[in-house]
């Protein structure tokens, strides 16, 4: 089941304790993230479509059968989701004002990670996913700043990695 701000696409009813696969949230507020994942706790699969990071999204935690993550956000700060050990995809689009993914350690068991789009993270700014030592899979296409593959030789586990149409790519993985 697909939903979308808390309401099934087919019937436009509420979601009420039917537990969905996967959640489409757009522009929802603190309160009704909590209300999505009170009424939702067995939810695999959550894409945020976020106007900015400056609320609390914490409650995201309580999602214990959470794997995969898609954000499309307008934030300069990945926001800070608190330790989520459970996501195994991570996927960050449209995030063109991004200059910071330091919180993206919180996600210590990501196997595969794309992130696109971005226009204005620096080029040192990319290191913290080296950190993420479970990761399989590396997606970084359309990042205009990104140019230091090599940073990701550490990544004993990478499987694929690809970096299409980054103009300034000076290196690349091998």
Request: with cysteine; hydrophobic share 40%.
């Amino acid at each position: 089941m697909l939903a979308l701000a808390g309401f099934d696409r087919k019937t436009n009813a509420p979601l009420m304790n039917e537990d969905p696969l996967e959640i489409v949230l757009s522009e929802v507020g603190c309160a009704g993230l909590n209300r999505i994942i009170k009424d939702n706790p067995k939810t695999q699969a959550l894409e945020l479509i976020c106007g900015s990071g400056d609320f609390d999204h914490s409650p995201l935690q309580q999602l214990e059968n959470l794997r995969k993550l898609i954000i499309h956000g307008d934030f300069e700060i990945l926001p800070d989701f608190g330790e989520l050990p459970q996501v195994e995809e991570l996927h960050l689009f449209e995030c063109c004002d991004l200059l910071d993914i330091s919180n993206i350690v919180r996600f210590p068991n990501v196997t595969t990670l794309e992130i696109s789009d971005v226009l204005n993270l620096e080029c040192d700014k990319w290191k913290p996913i080296s950190k993420l030592t479970n990761l399989r899979h590396l997606n970084l296409d359309r990042n205009s700043t990104f140019n230091h593959a090599d940073d990701f030789k550490t990544l004993v586990n990478l499987e694929t990695f690809s970096a299409v149409d980054c103009p300034d790519l000076a290196c690349v993985y091998g």
